[in-house]
């Protein structure tokens, strides 16, 4: 497994500093309801998108948590190079000569039984 350094961690997190503003309007959110989703306050949404405060390691898992669950705002990672090939290796504790699974899919029995439990509950009403 490839072992991200300090510089790493800065260069990934800036990136993703850098799309915050752009990530938060792809999904309509305001600074506060980002914030709520994610466990900061909109004041530190805030100061990380007007780049008044640095982004620490914690806040770029939590923010990368939310965006790669929605299929723009995963894109848009991928395409802004935030979700570089060591940082996947990293957090798929993969080898560094074994390539990064892009798309991580759940086992069939999870989905079929995730399928019956919408049908069930009906999430449409």
């Not at 790669?68 to 190079?81: P, W």
């Not at 080898?95 to 999870?110: C, F, S, T, Y």
């Amino acid at each position: 497994m490839p072992l991200l350094t300090d510089e790493d961690r800065l260069r990934i997190m800036r990136r993703l500093t850098e799309e915050l503003p752009k990530l938060r309007k792809m999904l309509k959110l305001t600074q506060s309801e980002l914030g709520d989703m994610c466990g900061l306050s909109r004041i530190t949404i805030s100061k990380l998108e007007n780049g008044t405060a640095d982004m620490s390691w914690i806040q770029f898992m939590a923010l990368c948590q939310l965006f790669t669950l929605n299929r723009a705002t995963k894109e848009h990672l991928y395409e802004a190079g935030v979700m570089e090939v060591r940082l996947l290796q990293y957090l798929q504790v993969k080898d560094e000569n074994i390539p990064p699974d892009i798309n991580v899919n759940v086992g069939e029995e999870l989905a079929a039984a995730y399928k019956r439990y919408l049908e069930k509950t009906d999430v449409n009403t």
